[in-house]
C-alpha cells in the first residue's frame, strides 16, 4: 500500500537546497514575483507521488485476485505535472508560544502579516501557518498517540478572491520521512524548517476534493476476506485531491522577542508541491464566465 511519500532522494535534495536557502530567501520582499518550480523537486516529487503500489497481501477486486507484488500506476504527462505544481513564497511574521496539550512543546504561529504570498496559481493572498512541536521528538506513535514525536500542523492559502470563488487550500504537515523532530539537518534556529506536505479535503473552491474514486469502491484482503483502505494515489484526475509537497521556512528571530511569547520574529516561506485539483470546481474561471 502506498504510506506517505517516501522521498529520500528528496530529503537530501531539499537539506541541500536548505544550505543555500538564505541566499535564495535572503532578499526576497513582498512584491517579489513568484519564481517558477524547482526541477528537481518537481520531479522527486512526481517520483514519489506517482511510485509503483506494492501490496504485501492478495488483494480481491470484485472476481479478481491480485497476488503480493509491486504495481505500476499511471503517470501524469508533462502538461498534468506543469498543471499540478504548485508554488507559494512569503515573508512573514512567526510567534512561538505554548503548547496546546501535554505531548507538546509549543505552538508556532506564521502569519503572511497582512502582505501579499505570490503563488504561480494566483497572484495574491494571504497565508497561515501553525505548527506544533513535540515534547518528546524521540516518542513512537500509540493508539492513544498516533503522532508522538512528529512535528504536525497545517498550511493555509487564501486567494484573494475568496468572496468570489470560495477557494482555499489547506495542506496537512508532518516529519519528512525518516527524519526526526530534532534532527539539526530538518530545522532553523531550532525550529521545525524543513517538512512535508499533503493536501486536505477540507481545501475548498478550486482546491476542493471530489467525493468520489476512481478506485474500486471495495478491495479486500484475499486472505482474510476484510476490506482495507483504499490505496490512494491511483485514481488519477478524480482521486480525492491527491498531492504532495515540502515546506520550507527560514527564521530570522527579533533581537527583543514580543512580549508574553517563547520567540518571535521574520519568517521566509517557500511552497513547492504537487496539487491535483479537478479543474471542474472553480466559480471565476474565465473559461465558464
Known sequence: MRDLPSIAALQAHVLRLGAGRGQALGNLTTSTPARPADP??????????YKPVTTTFPIQIGSQVFAPGTYSVPQPTSGEVQRESFVERFVGRYVVGPPRFSNQASTIHIYSNGANAMSNQFLHSRSQIILFTP????????????????????????????????????????????????????????????????????SGGAYAGPQFTSTPPVQTNATTGQPFSLIPGTGGAVDSLNGTGLLDIQYVPDTHPRAKTLGSGKAMVTIQALVNTTGATSAIARQIN
Open 40 to 49: 528537481a523537486v518537481t520531479q522527486a516529487l512526481v517520483n514519489s507521488l
Open 135 to 202: 515534547a518528546n521528538p524521540t516518542a513512537k506513535p500509540t493508539t492513544n498517540d498516533p503522532v508522538a514525536g512528529q512535528v504536525i500542523g497545517l498550511v493555509s492559502a487564501f486567494p484573494l478572491s475568496f468572496l468570489n470563488s470560495s477557494s482555499y487550500l489547506i495542506m496537512n504537515v508532518t516529519n519528512l520521512p525518516g527524519v526526526a523532530s530534532n534532527d539539526p539537518s530538518a530545522q532553523d534556529h531550532g525550529l521545525p524548517a524543513h517538512l512535508a506536505l499533503t493536501p486536505d479535503p477540507t
